[in-house]
């Protein structure tokens, strides 16, 4: 870490001071003559200065693990662990031969961590590096697509509610494999975000705070797309009676239409938005009570429970996402 003093130098007969940059943060980030800066004023007067391309990079995070449990919970675990702390190279080594169930099952691991990919593979080791990351603003970007991606979630389950039993078991396969894809999403943001506190990428102009805030919003989605796979998988086993149908199709309706407003005011910096979402989620609690005291009565009302249960989880989440929107206007 930098911390000393530097003396202001008038720039020939110009009224322009100058201040000479550090040699070591010179070195650090690649900065060569002619490089753009970005320069951002910050509440107290300091200035942030932050290279705009950056062209040297810190050291590649790697680590050797031991392979002592090979099923597929503990692999993921840590597998996962490790890249979203921001692991660039991991070499997996076994004291025995890694079969080919082992191998399968790392490959899918894999596979659901973008930007991984297996370099190498013997016997007894297997080597995974990271060979691609997000890049400044495309996090932000990253981000939106997560929240489009979310919502569209909603909105097929929706659609496949009300297309007859057949199309709902199709959908509702089609969205559990949408939420596994979306758990790799999520880790991957997560990794990125975790990266922008220590080494901004070229062009991220984030706040710690702001950095922090969009990593809470990200987990909200992810417990959601959580609540729409649970759905989903409940509904390959059994469907809602046609007479319930309609009440489970708006319970959804209505998280779907509050999430929408919940995702603009984070996305937009909305005030107004976040009062209208926090102010509806209580009547849509209540409006979820008063359907489960008609259901209760209603024979095989199962998957219709499950669903409203779902529903007011959701909701939390959505709070979760409008409260985050007050802490990035703050």
């Known amino acids: 870490m930098i911390d000393e003093t ?10 322009t001071l100058v201040v000479s940059l550090p040699r070591r943060w010179i070195k650090k980030y690649g900065i060569e003559p002619d490089a753009q800066l970005h320069i951002q004023e910050g509440p107290e007067g300091h200035l942030k200065i932050m290279p705009l391309q950056i062209t040297g990079t810190p050291s590649e995070k790697t680590a050797t693990i031991r392979l002592l449990e090979q099923d597929e919970l503990t692999l993921l675990t840590i597998l996962e662990t490790y890249y979203v702390v921001g692991y660039d190279q991991l070499t997996i080594e076994s004291s025995r031969r890694l079969n080919e169930p082992v191998r399968k099952i ?36 990253f981000v939106k697509m997560s929240s489009r991606t979310t919502i569209e979630m909603i909105e097929k389950l929706i659609s496949g509610l009300g297309s007859g039993p ?16 979306q758990r790799g999403n999520y880790l991957r943001a997560q990794r990125e975000l975790r990266k922008a506190m220590t080494v901004r ?7 710690t705070a702001y950095i922090f805030d ?7 989605l992810h417990n959601i797309h959580e609540n729409i796979q649970h759905i989903a998988e409940a509904l ?10 309609k009440l489970a199709v708006a319970a959804l309706n209505k998280v779907y239409e509050n999430l929408k407003k919940a995702i603009s005011a984070f996305l937009q910096r909305n005030q107004e938005m976040v009062r209208q979402v926090l102010g509806e989620i209580p009547l849509l609690r209540q409006w979820k009570r008063q359907t489960e005291t008609i259901v209760d009565v209603m024979k095989d009302s199962v998957i219709t429970q499950i669903i409203l249960d779902r529903m007011e989880e959701m909701l939390a989440y959505n709070s979760g996402i409008a409260k985050t929107a007050l802490l990035l206007k703050a």
Do not use: C, F, H
């Open 166 to 181: 057949d199309e709902t078991e199709r959908v509702a396969n089609e969205l559990i494999d949408d939420s596994w894809r």
């Open 6 to 15: 530097r003396k202001a130098i008038k720039w020939g007969r110009s009224k």
């Open 106 to 141: 790392l490959n899918k691991i894999v596979n659901q961590l973008p930007g991984y990919e297996i370099l190498e593979s013997t016997d007894r080791r297997v080597t995974i590096k990271g060979v691609s990351v997000i890049r400044g603003q495309d996090i932000m970007e």
């Open 201 to 207: 990428p070229s062009g991220l102009k984030l706040e």
């Open 236 to 245: 390959t086993r059994r469907q809602p009676p046609d007479e319930q149908n």
């Open 214 to 220: 969009t990593a809470y919003y990200v987990l909200q």
